[in-house]
């Protein structure tokens, strides 16, 4: 409709403007008639005119409601796709409040499973442990626990040793089985050979032999004389070649002719000289028989030194473990066990204080002692760099594991330490603290000699020492008084 009156007005328009063109043509007419009949339609074009200006506002605000309904209808959308948003949401919201519904029913359900299990463990609890101490009962467990943690730590290093003596010996056993091996093949070569020279010698088995063999005495004299023999043979054979050229020269030679007492008297020399060599050999056999003897007496001397040396290794070895002149090497060695047994102590005390160090025996020196340090990643250190703060507890765990040593066959019911506390930081005070008062706790006097002002605060009990005038001092305090 106001595209249809646009177009009208539009239209009308032109056609003011077409009249107002005839009109002013008109001014040139003389007919008077025919003017004011334009005019009366120019006045009755006027009026519409008007009327449809009168519209024209009217259409303007229609546009405007137009506009303004089209902004409504915007927002009328706007919050129809809110409405349908929110609808959704409610949607999801009502299947989330279902589903932690039914979470919260089971919940319950758990949760009254839950209180049914702690009233059976308290029940259970009321029945292993009774009117007991669950704290007490605790700090003995953890202390039973780090007794057996340092139990297990010497049980390890024992299998470490262990395992690398397995090693060693697996390898060992690897070469005696090689080395069987070889000697069984030999053995089994020598025994075909044996067999084979047993059947040449015309036995048919070893028990034949056996049977057919001297007694290793008589075996040995009877050698024995038999090189002597073959070496009296020998000399014969070559005095009796000797004697042979002699003859073969004297044949060959011309006859004497010198007269017959001479050569009688030649003889009788050699005869003499001959006798003489006779008994230069005799001499020469019984020193050779003296010899003998004396090689089978050197030959037992011998066996009795080898026994002697085998002896003498074995001691050898024992003191190269343990001995020494002056019983350093014993000294050190029984020490030593004792020094790992007050390592051991030391160690269950030392990780109540902190979880940082494991103390260790030196390998090279046993009487010297390392410390292994977990927060450098296991690291192995020597006691000579520990800082101040560090030396403190080591060594007050090492009191503690000598004083637990010692109650064995005496009871230690005091403990007193002579400073030291003034080289701790507040952290190590604190625990240096804590493991006294847990020692207190276990019904033992701790005594603290110190002039550090942070221990005033801390120790209740105090036993004051005042200098005064002449070298003299005062104590005050519990069980103190002037006389």
């Not at 002013?24 to 009949?37: G, N």
């Not at 030593?336 to 269950?348: D, K, P, R, V, Y």
């Not at 330490?417 to 930081?425: A, I, K």
Request: charged share 25%.
């Amino acid at each position: 409709q106001c595209q249809e009156e646009k177009n009208a007005y539009a239209a009308l328009e032109q056609k003011i403007i077409s009249l107002r063109h005839e009109l002013k043509l008109s001014d040139d007419i003389t007919h008077d008639q025919h003017r004011d009949a334009l005019k009366r339609e120019l006045a009755g074009i006027s009026q519409t005119l008007d009327v449809i200006e009168s519209e024209q506002d009217q259409l303007k605000l229609l546009e405007q409601a137009a506009d303004q309904a089209q902004t409504t209808l915007n927002e009328v959308r706007l919050l129809i796709t809110a409405l349908t948003h929110a609808q959704e949401l409610l949607a999801n919201n009502q299947q989330q409040l279902q589903k932690l519904s039914e979470q919260t029913h089971i919940a319950r359900t758990h949760l009254s499973e839950l209180q049914q299990q702690v009233d059976k463990l308290s029940s259970e609890r009321k029945q292993l442990l009774g009117d007991q101490n669950p704290d007490k009962l605790e700090s003995e467990l953890l202390e039973a626990l780090a007794s057996a943690d340092a139990v297990l730590q010497t049980a390890l290093q024992q299998k470490q040793l262990a395992e690398k003596q397995l090693h060693n010996n697996q390898q060992q056993r690897q070469a005696l089985t090689q080395q069987l091996s070889e000697r069984q093949q030999k053995i089994l070569t020598a025994a075909a050979a044996f067999n084979s020279l047993l059947t040449q010698k015309g036995f048919n088995q070893e028990a034949d032999y056996l049977a057919a063999c001297l007694p290793e005495t008589e075996r040995l004299q009877l050698q024995q004389q038999a090189d002597l023999l073959r070496q009296q043979g020998t000399e014969l054979n070559a005095l009796i070649k000797q004697s042979i050229e002699e003859l073969d020269a004297l044949l060959r030679q011309a006859l004497s002719a010198e007269s017959l007492e001479t050569l009688q008297q030649t003889l009788l020399d050699h005869e003499k000289q001959l006798n003489q060599l006779q008994e230069t050999l005799g001499g020469l056999r019984r020193d050779l028989h003296n010899n003998g003897q004396a090689r089978e007496k050197q030959k037992h001397q011998a066996e009795k030194i080898d026994v002697q040396k085998r002896e003498l290794e074995r001691w050898s070895a024992l003191h190269e473990l343990i001995g020494s002149a002056d019983g350093k090497k014993f000294r050190n060695f029984a020490q030593g066990l004792t020094f790992e047994l007050m390592i051991s102590h030391a160690n269950q005390q030392l990780q109540k204080m902190s979880d940082r160090y494991v103390l260790l025996r030196d390998k090279d020196q046993p009487l010297d002692l390392n410390v292994v340090d977990f927060y450098q990643a296991g690291e192995i250190r020597s006691t000579k760099n520990l800082s101040g703060g560090e030396s403190f507890i080591v060594s007050l765990a090492l009191a503690l594991g000598l004083s637990r040593m010692a109650s064995r066959n005496v009871r230690v019911d005091s403990l007193f330490l002579d400073e030291g506390f003034g080289t701790l930081d507040e952290d190590a005070l604190d625990t240096a603290l804590e493991t006294l008062s847990s020692l207190q706790q276990e019904g033992k006097l701790i005594g603290v000699i110190s002039h550090v002002p942070a221990l005033k605060e801390r120790i209740g009990t105090q036993i004051k020492v005042a200098p005064g005038p002449g070298g003299r001092s005062t104590l005050s305090g519990p069980g103190c008084s002037a006389i």
